[in-house]
């Protein structure tokens, strides 16, 4: 398995879940449709909890949501811990 490839992917994923988070912050501030905090944490669970931890401090976005505070990190753990896993099993 191409591990390169892997981390690519797993970039590019972080960078549009940051991006999400930077466009939630937009509209919430324009007073238009948002994404929904579902939605946002799927994808954080989805690999995606460095963008999404990322993107709550660089914008400060989600800051006050208890979910978010705590989940966030959390995910990023999980995240962690199942590309070790798959690491650990593939070679």
Known sequence: MNWWFLWGAYFLWNSYVFVAMWRDKRRAKLHRWRIPE???LIMGAAFGGV???AGMKCFRH??????????????????LA????FYYFTI
């Open 51 to 53: 963008g999404l931890y």
């Open 38 to 40: 579902t939605r946002l």
């Open 82 to 85: 199942m590309i070790g896993f």
């Open 62 to 79: 989600k800051t006050a949501h208890l979910k978010f505070v705590i989940g966030a990190p959390l995910l990023i753990v999980v995240n």
